[in-house]
């Protein structure tokens, strides 16, 4: 039996493609740009076509897009964050490419409040809808009477109209052919 390991998160994470970019690491002065995997207030997922080893400490800028009624336009929060793992992504085909795992280190209050909302809306917004409470199941209609039924059925003739048939080819049968060819001779 497979013994299950703990959750260590924090936070809650949600599947996020968000525009970003990371710089640090090995070249200070490089910047790779990337997509997110998934984000939570506490850090990020995301594909490099670099590695960067564990504990790297490296500079993010996360574009966060519209949501609900607390922001209206495109955000840019900056901050600095961990790399907490680095492994190769499955798939990966000709050129490597690394999964990273990043904790955000030092954010702005006002930014992490953000991230934490746009979180939290992203959450709500894949919970089903609620239902509303069970009402008793409405008593069946009566049958309708004829005059109702026909009235019914003509609706639904005027409304489509039935196309029209062509009669079907006949072969001629073995009596047939045997008057044509003496006919014919």
């Keep these: 039996m497979a013994l299950r390991s703990q959750e260590r998160r924090s936070a809650p994470r949600i599947v996020a493609k968000l525009a970003m970019q990371v710089a640090g690491g090995h070249d200070e002065e490089s910047v790779l740009t990337t997509e997110s995997i998934n984000l939570s207030a506490s850090g990020i997922q995301f594909l490099s076509r670099a590695f960067l080893s564990p504990l790297t400490k490296v500079q993010l800028t996360l574009l966060l897009p519209p949501f609900g009624s607390r922001l209206r336009r495109e955000r840019m929060v900056q901050c600095e964050a961990i790399v907490v793992r680095c492994e190769e992504a499955e798939g990966a085909r000709s050129r490597p490419r ?32 609620p239902r509303p409470a069970v009402s008793p199941a409405p008593a069946r209609k009566a049958a309708r009477t ?40």
């Design 146 to 185: 004829p005059a109702k039924a026909s009235r019914k059925a003509g609706a639904k003739k005027a409304a489509k109209p039935a196309a029209k048939k062509r009669p079907a080819a006949r072969k001629p049968s073995a009596a047939a052919k045997k008057k044509r060819r003496s006919s014919s001779s």
């Design 98 to 129: 690394y999964e990273l795992a990043c904790y955000f280190s030092d954010v702005e209050s006002e930014d992490r409040v953000l991230i934490e909302q746009y979180v939290g809306w992203r959450s709500l917004r894949r919970l089903p809808a």
